[in-house]
T-cell receptor, first 114, second 115 residues
């Protein structure tokens, strides 16, 4: 069966510091990968998605970036965090072979920027 | 473009009462529809999905939803609420178009269950 991992689970960082969040998927190959953010009291915002290694699409302009160095690894980064980057970050995957685009979510990372 | 509207950011029910969470969608082609549940500080878990065939879809934890094309709706119901159902629920839509498709999520409905 497939599993998706995210770490760290929680993170407290000062404004201006760098960020690296990692997501890995097990039990499948060549998945579509996604990064979402949930700000307090708000819905899901799609940040990035990837259909293959090195292929990243950005949904919103911001100071975040994403990379996919390996087939089942997706990394969210920032060079300098802003207060507005605080939120709950979710990674998700969907099978390339599925026409439904059903997505499966990781446990999330709670980021607090102070 | 696809869109999803969830009526009511908060819904309160008593334990044992009917749960009804509303979702209306907009799509230019027949859609795929999903309901997800999110418990506090956790990721989203798929409750159920409509892809094709029977319009009444049964999911986990006793939830079900009915696809009504004429009303462009996909409301989520459960006959009897349990305290453990308290969570946030998201409706999502995906197009039946070829190639890569994204999910479009609603803004979510928080279900509160009182004893």
């Amino acid at each position: 069966s497939q599993t998706i991992h995210q770490w760290p689970a929680t993170l407290v960082q000062p404004v201006g510091s760098p960020l690296s969040l990692e997501c890995t998927v097990e039990g499948t190959s060549n998945p579509n990968l996604y990064w979402y953010r949930q700000a307090a009291g708000r819905g899901l915002q799609l940040l990035f998605y990837s259909v293959g290694i090195g292929q990243i699409s950005s949904e919103v302009p911001q100071n975040l970036s994403a990379s996919r160095p390996q087939d089942r690894q997706f990394i969210l980064s920032s060079k300098k965090l802003l207060l507005s980057d605080s939120g709950f970050y979710l990674c998700a995957w969907s099978p390339q072979w599925s026409s439904y685009n059903e997505q499966f979510f990781g446990p999330g990372t709670r980021l607090t920027v102070l | 473009a696809q869109s999803v509207t969830q009526l009511g950011s908060h819904v309160s029910v008593s334990e044992g009462a009917l749960v009804l969470l509303r979702c209306n969608y907009s799509s230019s082609v027949p859609p795929y529809l999903f309901w997800y549940v999110q418990y506090p500080n956790q990721g989203l878990q798929l409750l159920l999905k409509y892809t094709t065939g029977a319009t009444l879809v049964k999911g986990i934890n006793g939830f079900e939803a009915e696809f009504k094309k004429s009303e462009t709706s996909f409301h989520l119901t459960k006959p009897s609420a349990h305290m453990s159902d308290a969570a946030e629920y998201f409706c999502a839509v995906s197009d039946r178009a070829a190639g890569f498709q994204k999910l479009v999520f609603g803004t979510g409905t928080r279900l509160l269950v009182s004893p």
